[in-house]
């Protein structure tokens, strides 16, 4: 299957160029391509370390529906796991939530690495989408007039290349410099501070357990996710800014052990710490994700913390409308699905921050030091396995199902 282009273009100009190489812009790159919409993909990273970055993993069944209908699942849907249900561990005890049979969905999980591999080959090396690697000091001029212009210095020759084009995909994360370009009224940060860290993990280990786990303890949270059949991520709660030179080997494990240790459960299978770094928990939505020919997506425009699992798939949900919005107008005229994109992304953006902060609250509450903070946070939590109405409404906004579009 060919690619062509939607209209002649010279090295100089293209109708979109994108700023990142990220599960956004691959999958806005992939979206034009299918289209016969030429564009630029521009990464500051080399393609060996986009491929290999360990971040998320965990995908919600209406992104992976979205990205199969566009002809980019078929690597996941090959070889992801599918997670029906998940575990609560507090108290000493284990509690299941079910939520498969709660709402007839489930996650899959599927190393962010990987989705990556399979969206650059696809983009690169089967619809022939141009990508170049290892740009520096990539810039963005005339936003807001019909004639924007992307420049980067090239890592061959260090010269400046200038691309003229139509629109700015800004999908180059939180410290790119598509945000950095938004007008001050538009880069306003709505933020809020958790207050708290977590120690990430990974370990050259199979999983302990055949789903997510939740430890909730007067330590501190812990978590327990499955990556692969030899991976295993973790997390455990600390202080904001810690130093993880200050978390061995064995306090690590024994830390995790005593949170995520409960009555009937299998012992942890402990390996070989091949990341560690601590992430201070923080939420920031930018003011719009629009400004003259520039739209942001994913991080570059709103970061939810890891509490929820829910980075990733808001970076698809942007990707799937940005890249149906440009097609729309670039082959149709139809100017309809930019004009309204980011308030139909905020929206989405907005019920996953609220679900991030009142999960937050269950998972940290028994370790705040407040009495009153930690027992309406263990009556939360019981509600879920006390109440089927508080398990489904839980199990839905968990899956993404109860989001607005």
């Not at 956004?24 to 990464?43: F, H, K, M, S, Y």
């Not at 999980?109 to 022939?128: C, H, K, S, T």
């Not at 007008?183 to 809020?192: D, S």
């Not at 030091?369 to 839905?396: Q, V």
Request: include cysteine.
């Amino acid at each position: 299957m060919t690619f062509p282009s939607s209209r002649p273009a010279s090295a100089g100009r293209r109708p979109v160029v994108v700023v990142g190489a990220g599960p956004a812009g691959l999958t806005v790159g992939n979206i034009l391509r299918a289209a016969a919409v030429d564009c630029l993909v521009l990464e500051t990273e080399s393609r060996e370390s986009i491929e290999a970055r360990p971040r998320a993993g965990v995908v919600e069944e209406w992104a992976v529906r979205g990205l199969d209908r566009r002809g980019l699942a078929a690597g996941l849907l090959a070889r992801a796991q599918v997670h029906e249900e998940c575990e609560f561990r507090f108290g000493g005890e284990r509690y299941r939530l079910p939520y498969r049979q709660l709402t007839g969905r489930h996650h899959y999980v599927y190393p962010q690495p990987l989705l990556v591999r399979d969206l650059v080959r696809e983009y690169a090396d089967v619809r022939g989408g141009d990508i170049r690697f290892g740009v520096r000091d990539v810039r963005l001029h005339d936003l807001e007039t019909d004639h924007p212009s992307v420049s980067y210095l090239c890592p061959e020759t260090g010269e400046r290349q200038v691309v003229h084009c139509d629109f700015v995909a800004g999908c180059d994360g939180a410290r790119g410099v598509s945000r950095r370009a938004l007008p001050p009224e538009r880069a306003r940060l709505a933020r809020h501070d958790y207050g708290i860290g977590w120690l990430a993990l990974l370990a050259e280990a199979p999983p302990s357990a055949d789903c997510v786990v939740f430890g909730v303890h007067p330590r501190g949270f812990a978590g327990h996710m499955a990556r692969s059949p030899e991976v295993t991520r973790y997390y455990l709660q600390c202080p904001p800014g810690d130093d993880p030179a200050g978390w061995p080997h064995e306090r690590v494990w024994s830390e995790l052990r005593e949170r995520l240790g409960a009555a009937g459960a299998a012992p942890l299978a402990e390996g070989r710490l091949i990341e560690k770094r601590v992430l201070d928990m923080h939420n920031y939505v930018v003011g719009s994700m629009t400004s003259g020919r520039l739209f942001l997506a994913g991080d570059a425009a709103h970061l939810t913390a890891p509490i929820a699992a829910k980075g990733m798939n808001l970076a698809l949900h942007d990707a799937f409308l940005l890249g149906d919005a440009l097609v729309a107008h670039l082959t149709t005229g139809d100017a309809s699905g930019l004009a309204g994109y980011s308030e139909a992304c905020l929206r989405r953006v907005w019920d996953y921050q609220e679900f991030s902060e009142w999960l937050s609250g269950i998972y940290h509450g028994t370790a705040s030091g407040d009495p009153y903070h930690a027992g309406t946070s263990l009556a939360r939590l019981r509600r879920l396995f006390t109440s089927p109405a508080a398990a489904t409404a839980f199990a839905e906004q968990y899956l993404g199902a109860a989001a607005a579009f």
